[in-house]
């Protein structure tokens, strides 16, 4: 009998740690109360390094308790100091993920792919960064998309480095701005707190309109042979 190749093995394992992530998330959840009950025992100083360390290792397996900690983020460390914890978490996760996806995925993805997928696969490589930045920026494309999906390309790890360090603040504060300000999240509260302030609200969907037609303009460097 042939043997499998080791970067097959290898993809089979990826998969299986993405499929019990994702049943996990969808199986449990936490919610804010429950989150705040938490943060309440400690001082301000040893909450920032918990929160970190919940959003970093418990976000990674239970991907559902990534809004709640965003919410309660925003109400117990203000907008920017939550920015910035959250904004050191995703740091750690995305390069995890990246990392992840390349050891053990992307040999077999590359194998693999073909047909129309091939050209689309191979044109990754010469993105350029700004590209790959305002893709990070863009709060429509979940963070382990972006992460996973960059780490089975052939992106070099400087650029997909230099991209989540330098957009994923942007991003991180377009949304911990206004939760911090409404003190929490529900849609009537979002509804009042941009009835109230337009300008904000017309910033943020100037912010997702350009965040997301910009990479469209974005000429495509050559290709390495």
Do not use: C, H
Request: overall charge positive; charged content about 20%.
């Amino acid at each position: 009998m042939e043997r499998k190749p080791k970067s097959f093995k290898r993809f089979l394992v990826f998969v299986a740690v993405l499929l019990v992530i994702i049943i996990i998330g969808v199986t449990f959840s936490i919610d804010e109360a429950k989150i705040n009950s938490l943060f309440d025992k400690f001082p301000i100083g040893y909450a920032a390094l918990i929160f970190v360390l919940l959003y970093t290792l418990g976000t990674f397996a239970l991907w559902t308790l990534k809004e709640p900690l965003k919410v309660v983020g925003a109400i117990l460390f203000g907008a920017y100091i939550s920015t910035g914890l959250i904004y050191i978490a995703e740091l750690i996760n995305g390069i995890v993920f990246f990392k992840l996806s390349r050891l053990l995925g992307r040999d077999f993805v590359e194998r693999k792919v073909g047909g129309g997928f091939k050209r689309f696969y191979e044109s990754l490589e010469g993105a350029r960064l700004a590209k790959v930045m305002f893709l990070r920026a863009n709060p429509l494309i979940p963070y382990r998309v972006f992460d996973v999906g960059l780490g089975l390309s052939r992106i070099s790890w400087r650029k997909f480095l230099l991209a989540i360090i330098v957009a994923s603040g942007p991003r991180i504060f377009w949304l911990q701005f206004p939760l911090a300000a409404m003190r929490g999240f529900s849609v009537e509260k979002m509804l009042i707190y941009f009835e109230q302030n337009m300008a904000i609200a017309v910033a943020m969907m100037l912010y997702i309109i350009i965040v997301s037609l910009v990479p469209f303009f974005i000429k495509q460097k050559g290709i390495k042979q």
